[in-house]
């Protein structure tokens, strides 16, 4: 499957089928910090992949000056 | 997994609520948790006018579309900080985004308006980049809720950010900025009411709520943000977080319901002390000049000659006191 995650941008190839969370696991990635989007659909943890799938792996931690 | 609402596939699991959702139903729990804050900490009256503090990422475009969604006259002010293309960026998604809703924005270009932009302001100061930005930004956005009659300004402030923030201010004991970490900041002379409707979601919850409702938010981090304090915070958070669900929540509303009281009066002291800045009016503990009035002193006409970030401040390191810590308040 192809992965891409951003920050900075970059595609992986990844062999199928895994799980959301072997894959995150895999790559070290905390799920606390991160949504995993299949083509245009939110998947969850236990979510199943397939080779074919088109997978992001969006961080979702920002951080930097607090204006309030 | 199955949505705990209504058994269909869910497409997020929250796992601090032991629940994951469908995106209807997602969509309805955000909007309870916002209402929830709002109602427990008092924040907004019913439909009530408010300027959201927006800057293209995730949780200002999703507080102001989940305020309007709840019936709030809610108008965005955006401020241009003339971070390189970073700022070009968040300016096209916020009025995009504004444009396609038909909502009210409201602009601040710091470097059109007042002569310097936050590189140039962290090269003078020779301080962390994060810090003149938010410096910068509480102060106009505050200016812009006088001056264009708001009553409150809300920002898009989350669970973890607030959690994040009170580490930091935990781990060095800053009693003031303890004292000011508050989902609500209430009106004062020469402040406007401040409120964090977003403070009982997550970011990762907020990212999801924008994925599921087509907002196209500004997904690149700033690239002078990289590397710092809060970011870290976040982290070890996190980390936390995956090993015991509800733990970032059990430490800020823990703080919040038990702790946040014995700080308090000191920071009510310290507002009422304030006197004005003789540039602007604005509080200021100082005599003469506000912080932003003193940062734009130094910073107007200041070009910084390289890119600005973490490798600033690692060069910096011995020749300055520490960044100081990230303040709520």
Known sequence: MKVLLRNPRRELEIEGPTTVLALLKRLEINPESVLVIRGDTLVTRDARLADADDIEIRPVISGGSNPA | MKCRRCGQPAVIDVRRHNAAFCADCFVHH???QVKRAVHDFDMLEPGQRVLVAVSGGKDSLALWHLLRELGYEADGLYIGQGIGEYSDHSRDATVAFADAQGWKLHEIDIRGQYGFDIPGAAFATKRAPCGSCGLSKRHLFN????????PVVATGHNLDDEAAVLLGNVLRWETGYLGRQHPVLPE???????VKPLVRLGEREMAAYCVIQGIDYMVEECPMAAGNKHLGYKDMLNGLEEQSPGSKAA???GFLERGHEHFAVEAGEEREALGECRECGSPTSNDDLCAFCRLRERAQGVDA??????TRRRRNRGRHSPSRPTSAG
């Open chain 2, 30 to 32: 955000c909007r309870e």
């Open chain 2, 143 to 150: 200016k812009a809720a006088l001056d264009h009659g708001y």
């Open chain 2, 188 to 194: 004062s002379r020469g402040f406007a009411r401040k």
């Open chain 2, 251 to 253: 430490f800020l509303f």
């Open chain 2, 305 to 310: 000659p390289v890119e600005l970030g973490p």
